[in-house]
């Protein structure tokens, strides 16, 4: 089986100024010494420093993301940026359906189908967050609403365009609620997406895209949660913020 590397990815959503965020990109580099060719690591600043803090981070091997993305090239879109702006800024990744995305702003599967297409056409990495609701896995419909959202979300995009593509398995009940998903919970969720692109693709596709895990990923807990078969590395929201605890996520044994 092809061996993934791990992706170790912070979400600074809306946090950080200019140079609070220049200086937490340097202490993380810093952070990021351990020589490790197994994993790598990714920042997604707010697009006002994107740019800032990609230069900050020039020559340092760790990648720089926006936390959206337009289907459009230009054009008269009032609050979004293009994929041509977001390498422009140093990007070479966006974030696509964060739960932040779908329930405060109700983005609908349909438009982050656009969102993810228009990227990859744009030439970036795509990572497509997924994530139940507590209503929803309390329900029983966990693994309906992530086929839902992982089909709909990739809608068209073909077998060679799977390079691109990261999911992040975020149970929208574990965001920011200090809550994590047991690893038990998480690496059955991921064997099910890993499956799931078995069947929408095929094997080769299965095995070697990333399927990452976030929710209250912290220090303590992501030595467990990285230890399963099929959790690829994190989606880190507030732990992300601080360079010693982020850098221990990264650090992970
Ligand atoms: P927390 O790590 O703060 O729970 O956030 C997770 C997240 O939403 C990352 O995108």
Redesign the pocket.
Known sequence: MTKRKALM?G?W?MNMNAVEGCRLAADVAAQCNKGYDDREVLL?PPFTILSEVSHALEGKGILTASQNVCWEENGAFTGEIAPNMVKDAGGSAA?VG???RRHIFGESNEMINKRVKGGLAGGLMIIL?IGETLEEREADRTFTVLEEQVRKGLDGVDTGQMEKIVI?Y?PVW?????K?ASKEQAQEVHAFLRGLLDRIYEKDVADTTRILY?????PANVNELMAQPDIDGA??????LKADSFGSIINFQ
């Open positions: 990815a979400n959503k997604a974030i964060h739960s932040e967050c992040a975020e574990a965001i920011g609620t200090g994590t976030g929710g209250s990923v912290k989606l880190v929201g507030g732990a992300a």
